[in-house]
């Protein structure tokens, strides 16, 4: 929920194409954009492509801090792209801001990407061993250097010998030969959905965008699709193989919009009927449910219902802290936690509290929480979680942080239980995760409850940050 | 709900002291702040006292913009007084950042001020020709002018004297004689509560401050009551004769934080209440209840209790949405709320929805929120207001807009509905508040659903700005 | 010459009117201030006048700092004053940007002032004992408290009223009843130039503001001599009584431009005859003659023309060195002159090198000149300055710091001499000055150098801050 | 002089290695870049390298724009490289702030450049037709791929190889291997010198920035010379084969500070020589002389000299106009001149006036300068120009605008002497630069007034922008 103690979506992307050449491509993606910024907050861009140049803004900070109203005079262009993104602070890497955009062979192409190249590194070497050079940290540029390297010198079977090459998660759009192109990668790992607007289309992570848009959602693209448009025709091309799917379960749990619908399945009655199962898998004696905001609201309205316990907003959360500072002689996270939540006192005070929320990463933030809850006066506190104990890290996509730092990689949930202070903690089982999705167990990523990674990942590093070492910048 | 649409706060303010002469108080004071920046975001500031020097930082913006940590360093002093802002937009007059500061006969003073004296205009005049000169458009600076035109020369016995003469709303904090003095206005418009810390007092606006603050709630100042206090002792003096007291309803139905208590009574509580009652006295049939979020949805939680209907989350609220810019050819106000909220579709799809809103200012922000959720397929829209039509500009501290402006000041109840394009709509009633609130009718202000004013008010001005428009300064 | 190491000018003001109401004031005195930037870098502000109502921006920083284009959108009115201001960084007291704007009893009311009102103090006692409140650390807040406080309750008459009890430096221009005023103080410390345009009439600090205002200079304005005009008429009183002139000297020495023409005589005339006069007093035998840029050039040109040696730029200014941070073990003063000036080798190697500067203040800054140029292979240095030796603090608009800082007040020329590093000193004298600038010894202020203050000053304070320490707050 | 009526410079570079590795090359390389702030206002940017790391900080603007102190404590590393940028507002073509990074075969590299790469295009061409992305539109890019696709495997022969290609202007400074390398070009078209420091060595654009970092003068690195060092030795390489040498003339008529020495002579006295050759070759009848400042001071002074003509000061430069807005109805051009320089009525009425200047491209600034020392009272204006006319385009790291604007290319002496309105127009020989220079004609670049490239260019574009138009970016 709070900073670093939550997994932490990495992007959010936006393609559209016009046949119309009048069309404003820019301003569309802006206002799709803010319906994607909770899937990034670290910098925002956009970039469009007319007669053979691309236009480009592009900048740290959220989408009001980077794009100005003069910007939009300049990004002309019937056809787009755009990207939100998250990137872990004082991470040690140069930022890199997106899209990132490239000369090659065949003109001019720009790129907006989000997942993780999980053979990276190994590939990234080939292409500097060849005699490229590489100018940033990003798996981003990589699929740039890929294309350009290709022997075959049509852009579309480029990318076609290229996506042969990539192992990992990706949902992509592009701008090559002047046309819009999105790709989702074989195993799904994150949401791309298609859209229909007057005289073209619009592709987007998720389908809540479409809807600020004025566009139609389409359908979902699927595992292993290509889509490219010049805003008249639509092509699509299919190179999955048999992988299987594996969307990542967390985009339900937690990252996506509640207002979303996600490979034919909204966001929030997934959250819903999480909380009624978690509900039902338990027997909860509560004399009142409280969601931990903003995330658990849906779940605990679910798990009440269920529960037949009455739902109560508990916990009041300010929108107006943001990173302040703290003051000396202030513990840094009890302030920031204090700051951000406080408690209801009529609401759970001399009661049975049974508290929501979606998942615990290192559990110092819901520690805190608890004792806020129990201060207030509170005679029991159960808690929870709409997901399975996350014991391994994420390496496609997401920030779960390192390993070791995962509280119940190497603790029992009794044990975290006695860290939380709770009375009891009940989590969400993977079957239970699997009924609420509506989905089989193999159609979905469950690699950071169980280390089953549906592709192979070289797990020798044990900060799983094993793809970018080799570009060594710091940059202030 | 959005800009303008709804009943605007002027002020939030913070008073600390400590005996302690070593007690930073301005980091105290910037802590509090954060928890009532809800009812002022566009300034904000803190003085501190010390050896007879005032020390301040303001600025406008919201507290993330206005403090630096460096500030924090020279802002040294065991006592001091916040403030947190809101001011109409683009009102022509110049921008008064608070606190405010002034040499007067007794030394240095600094203020910090709720409410709106509505005889301003008049006592200024006095002011002016007598041959003080006035520098800002605020009844603020007034306040102080007053004190420093007694003949007493005693602060304490000159600030009595003052009260005497300024009628309308004011809780304020001032620093004089290097003591922290609070003031309730004898009607009591605005809250105002006093905390007990470790060697001192603290006094707010709300008494969620307190809980940030790591204060324990003392008691709610009284209507016509001062306090004085330099840390060791507090004094308490009432000033109230024989009127009345006049709580602003709204501060229950809207303005204040859930987790306050104010007058005795919980805000969340009321609003709970509000809901039950709201559901009593209407035949309420529907398939779902949404809240507007945020303010709506404790109302809603009652709401739906009571009527025995779902409650759900219908409308998503982006909260990266602040201020964007919109495009040529965008509409700017459908934009703004198609951005802000966005309608979960499975929720309200064929149902009969019923939407729980606080309160209907102009009316056309409501329009475009009944417009979205029937675009997203609801098949009826009944909508339930928590306050009485609102008919009357408000001169006791809020932003109410104009009268002509106010939607139900011309237009009934269902000529309103047809305006909304709602099935039904449904107001509160002021019994209904009265019961809610805990308080009989004589107990809280009413004047802008009634137009009884406590005080009178001198309403030949259409705009409803009566004050201050002899301090003629356009400052960009 | 550098930080504090010279003496320091404290504002630049201009007023313009006309007749013309669609004139836009605003633009015409932002260009104008461009010519007075080098009379104040720390702040800057504009105010206008129409119908009644005061517009006004004003900002910290310089004029390109502190104004946009949009400003001027809404910077109407036919008549106006801007301001820029020096003011002492770290002094401890509130930052006062001007102008400054107050509601009287006649209206609304602006004024821009430089000088210094040296029994202030006493007379801020009697606005606060009288009852009125003092907001700000500034003198010219308390011009505007004495015409409010004047019992004549016509503008200009009461005006006159307070001109009697001033004491001091003060040219000053004001709007009231909607026309520019302009006032310089009897003595004339400051100069105040009138000038025409079209259709109105212009007032400022130099005749160089009006070259780009392309007004045509009308007059200096005489000591003692106010100017009213509403753009049409234009009335002169003149209030002086027997005080003698008192044009502080350095004006021409240092402060003014080169290009303007105060009281009937060209700065840059002045400074090339105070260079041939230093050149007369003394036997100079030097093989190069440079100057101390900027400032010295003027007078080394002269000096070098009278001793007949070759003038050449033995110092390279850098110009894009401000306030740059210096690094962990650099010394502060040290870096920054070298950053600021850097010898030119082949123009002093294995010279007797003459030095021209204006003035000495502490010294240090002098003696890292030397060594500057001595490392650059000079045989012999010698400096010259055009001003004799600093030994009073001046309390009439300049800031040449507190009297135990001015390295002349506590050591001989020879102790000087040998701080500094030369191998011979030489100062001007005040007849020389006197002869350079066309005026006999009473027509000019001298305090500087012989104490002889014009306005008899209280010195009991160590620091020359007498005036303002009891309005006691530090704003951050 | 003004805005782009001048030749602009493009860059300045240093590098600095020292053999103990505590020490902090960022905050030496940041004070030297100050001494070149010169030749690049619009980006700045230090890398240094530590332990296989780059550390980097760069942006656009002024260096006190771009770094602060908090900086310099992550830039760690004992060796680095600064640069300093100018580039043509609104050039339509991204920005490109140096220096740029890079991972390529051999680890982490990083370059400063000054100068231009003729056959850019071409070599671009071949990288990205070989599979290599461009991401910028910079020559200085291109010097990476081109080492990265070598063949041979150790970077120093790399290197070598690649500038065997290059052709035209280039001084460099590169990490490469964690050394020190510097590079002039065959041409030694920019100056590049070598200095030492205690335990390393500085390289840098010009002299004078040796002196503010307390480096003493070794040697200038030669035309087709390389060198390379860890701190402790210094390999010195001479690749060149039978170029001529081609330094740019106008390093020393206005480019590089008067207080550097170029290949062995002194900026200043260059200046000083041309200024009396000037007269020698004219027979000048003046009553004064004055200089356009700041550029043409030196050579006004060896002007006067040797005409025997007092030199005067003429014109007052403003040092606060930057890029001020211009009002509506303003004329920008004119009102530019106007605010920048001010003419002193006393030197110029009533007399025959020299100016000194060292260039006319455009000519519409001298023509408005002309204009006002006029309307200052001049009897007669004579203008004499430093540099002969300039007639083609440079395309070796100056921005000279395009061959059109030039006004000498299309108008004899006589046409622009009827232009600027002056009374007489001399232009320097190119005899006479070389002479001042005392270098051969065969040893300077002049190229711009004769079109005798000493590369091959082509020419075909009509815009001189011959190299980068295929990186199709517009970055907002």
Known sequence: MFDHDRPEEECGIIGIVSKDRKFNAASNIHIGLYALQHRGQESAGIATYQDE?????????????????????????????????????GSGYAQNVQPILARYWGGMMAISH??????????????????????????????????SIQKERDTLKAILGVLNKLQGAYSMVLIANGKLIGIRDPFGFRPLVLGKIDNGYVISS??????????????DIKPGEIIISDGSELKSI?????????????????????????????VYEVRKRLGKELARLNNVSADVVIPVPDSGITTAIGFAREADIPFEIGLLKNPYVGRTFIHPGQSERDMRVKLKLNPIR??????????????????????????????????????FISSPPITHPCFFGIDTSIKKTLIASRNSVEEIRLFLGVDTLSYMTMEGLSKAAGKSLDELCYACFNGDYPVPVIEDSEEGKLLLEDYRVLEM
């Open 238 to 266: 299919d190179f999955k193989k048999d992988e299987r799917n594996a969307l990542c379960v967390f985009e339900y749990i937690y990252f996506a919009r509640a207002d979303s619908v996600i490979d034919g399945t909204s």
């Open 346 to 383: 009529s609401v759970v005070k001399g009661k049975r509290v049974a508290v929501v929320d979606d998942s615990i990463v290192r559990g110092t933030t819901s520690q805190r929480i608890v004792k806020l809850i129990r201060e207030a006066g509170a005679r029991e506190v159960h808690m």
């Open 53 to 89: 140049y691309l236009h480009i803004k592009r900048g740290k900070g959220l989408l009001r801090d980077v794009f100005k109203p003069a910007d939009f005079e300049n990004l002309s262009g019937n056809v787009g792209i755009g990207h939100v993104r998250y990137s872990t602070t």
């Open 114 to 147: 989000n997942g993780n190249i999980v053979n990276c590194k190994e590939l990234m070497e080939q292409v500097v061993q060849r005699g490229s050079i590489v100018r940033s940290s990003s798996d981003t540029e990589l699929i740039l250097h890929l294309i």
């Open 206 to 219: 998720e389908s809540a965008a479409l809807d600020v848009m004025d566009a139609v959602f389409e359908k």
